[in-house]
């Protein structure tokens, strides 16, 4: 070939064999995703014929998960993340504890050292996020509580993963490992260590929460702007990969973390439902590479050397961990069906499991035939995945089936569920009227809210409209402060503003407007102005305005009318406008 292909080979290898496989394995009544781990397997280089460059399907694999977090993060919101986390973070933790605790005894059954059956353990006590993502979409149980407490459990124990990669190294030779001079912690100690660890995903965490919401949607929304579809969609990729990239390269936390919670920011803005679907094909697309390269790096030769082990480990994942799951989510109060859904959720390992099993083997704390089982466990486990869930969902059934046992187990937990609905409502109620209220109006809905303005010909709206600045007002935000210089008018699109002056208060609602005595007087803010709801708001610059009046008389004489009855109300006191409350 003329020049290094290597990449381009190893996309189309993988893109049209995951293809071949994929259909063939949905022909044959198998989930597709079975088609993309045989298809890696055959371009690997433990099967004959061509093999592909595994580091760089690795890595594509890498943007796969990228995209899909960030995916999920524009779906999920941090109010959801809150709602579920009395079940993810004791079932999360409880998990990996108790899952570790089993993987670590099976191995040292097998004659594992204790630092190796560590590992071990550890790799097999989280969940792949990909597969779990790939099961509740096809079920389509995304957005249900229980696709809800199984994200946020997902996302506690990558946190908590997060935090073992930067511990190993540490520990590794503790445990009877070695650590080359490149990854050794130096000489400050487990607890330093830990402490700056813990300090980067603090402070991760903070940048993205303090600093995001204010500038992501904002730059979305001005590319929004220029009406560029492209541009829309490359901000969107620009954004998901740069936040995650730049967060592990600054903090050193995962890619997918990254990607979550850049989506996580995201979805707060009102053009999250564009970003999710101008990203969705690519995340497709790199998500099947993924399931490429897990099975590409599978030896099947250790299904022959070790197949007691690997029974073990696929028995763990599949039961050990099913059952811890369940029991947990039985203990907080669940009703069996959300438990049951959680645990088969679960029942699978993935990315996370072959980053560690690797760390573990580069550290010789596992011997190399550990991260083959890894792998074994992974494919496996993947692969019956959907049985699991097949089966649960006929537990399910048989449960409903036996008004008994239905009374016991689903019926008698329905409160604390249903609570958990009604907060994810909730959540997701005020998510929507936070997002309305960053909408700037259409000339059409300019009139309809605006009696105001209804003289006013199409083009004088059309002109009005993009006078206005859009300025969404949270609950409790001051806009006006008395004795303030005046620079803009205000006109309220949704939501509710109180007025206060003089201790009296007074509610303006849509379509009503204030901000505009100062500016006809020249003289200061004559009252204080706070946002009650979320609020938007169009602003008209002094400049602007003044040119507005003069163009409309009538509308000039409105304003000036309402003013004076405004200052004449505050000079006595009292008086009606609006809803008036006594303070
Ligand atoms: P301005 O003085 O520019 O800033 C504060 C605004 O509060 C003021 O303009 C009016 O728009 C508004 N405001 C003042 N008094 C009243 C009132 N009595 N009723 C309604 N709005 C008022």
Redesign the pocket.
């Known amino acids: 070939m003329p020049h290094d292909v290597t990449l381009i080979a190893t996309i189309a290898a993988s893109f049209v064999l995951a293809f071949v496989f994929g259909f063939l394995a949905n022909r044959v009544g198998l989930p597709p995703l079975v088609g993309y781990l045989v298809a890696g397997v055959a371009m690997g280089p433990f099967t004959p014929g061509f093999v592909a460059d595994a580091g760089l399907a690795g890595q594509l694999a890498e943007i796969g998960v990228i995209l899909l977090m960030f995916g999920v993060g524009l779906h999920f919101s941090l109010a959801d993340l809150l709602a579920v986390r009395w079940v993810a973070i004791p079932g999360a933790l409880g998990q990996i504890g108790i899952a570790t605790a089993m993987g670590t005894g099976v191995a040292m059954l097998f004659g594992w050292s204790f630092g190796g059956s560590l590992v071990l353990g550890l790799s097999l006590s989280v969940a792949s996020t990909v597969v779990l993502l790939r099961a509740l979409e096809d079920r389509n149980a995304v957005a249900t509580p229980s696709g809800r407490i199984a994200v946020g459990w997902l996302i506690v124990e990558d946190l908590a993963m997060v935090l073992a990669l930067v511990l190993l190294p540490a520990f590794a030779e503790l445990l009877g490992g070695r650590v080359d001079a490149a990854h050794a912690t130096g000489d400050h100690g487990l607890a330093f260590t830990l402490g700056v660890t813990l300090a980067k995903v603090a402070a991760f965490i903070a940048v993205v929460m303090i600093v995001g919401p204010r500038v992501l949607p904002w730059i979305l929304r001005q590319v929004a702007r220029t009406g560029s579809r492209e541009l829309f969609t490359l901000s969107v990729l620009a954004m998901a990969v740069g936040i995650a990239f730049g967060s592990a390269a600054l903090f050193g936390v995962s890619f997918a973390l990254g990607a979550f919670f850049a989506g996580v920011v995201l979805s707060e803005s009102d053009l999250s439902h564009r970003a999710a679907a101008n990203s969705l094909p690519l995340q497709d697309a790199f998500a099947v590479l993924f399931f490429v390269s897990v099975g590409m790096l599978f030896d099947p030769n250790v299904l022959v050397q070790e197949p007691w082990m690997v029974a073990s480990v696929l028995g763990l994942i599949l039961i050990g961990k099913s059952l811890v799951a369940l029991a947990i989510v039985l203990l907080l109060g669940y009703p069996i069906s959300a438990a049951l859904t959680a645990s088969a959720a679960l029942a699978q390992i993935g990315e996370f499991s072959f980053i560690l099993a690797g760390l573990g083997v580069s550290y010789q704390l596992l011997p190399a035939t550990g991260l083959s089982i890894v792998l074994a466990g992974a494919l496996l486990s993947i692969t019956l995945n959907p049985l699991v869930f097949a089966l649960v969902d006929g537990l399910i059934a048989f449960v409903r089936s036996r008004p008994r046992l239905a009374g016991r187990l689903e019926q008698a937990r329905a409160a604390r569920f249903d609570r958990l609905e009604a907060e994810l409502e909730r959540a997701r109620q005020k998510l929507e009227e936070k997002a309305a209220a960053h909408r700037s109006l259409s000339p059409q809905e300019l009139v309809e809210r605006f009696p105001l303005f209804s003289g006013l010909s199409a083009e004088q709206r059309e002109a009005l409209v993009f006078q206005f600045h859009p300025r969404p007002a949270e609950p409790g935000e001051r806009i006006?402060r008395?004795g303030d210089k005046?620079d803009a008018?205000y006109f309220i699109s949704s939501g509710e503003v109180e007025?206060s002056?003089k201790g009296?208060r007074?509610r303006?609602g849509p379509g009503d407007?204030?901000?505009?005595?100062?500016?006809l007087s020249g003289?200061?803010?004559?009252?204080?102005?706070t946002a009650l709801s979320y609020t938007q708001l169009l602003a008209l610059t002094q400049r602007d305005f003044r040119a507005f009046l003069r163009r409309f008389p009538d509308i000039r004489q409105h304003i000036v009318e309402r003013?004076n009855q405004?200052?004449e109300?505050?000079r006595a006191g009292a008086?009606p406008?609006?809803a008036e409350q006594p303070a």
Request: aromatic fraction near 6%; charge should be negative.
């Open positions: 006006i008395t005046a008018v007025v002056v009296r007074v303006l407007f204030f901000g505009e005595m100062a500016l003289e200061r803010r004559s009252a204080d102005v003013a405004r200052s109300m505050d008086g406008d609006g």
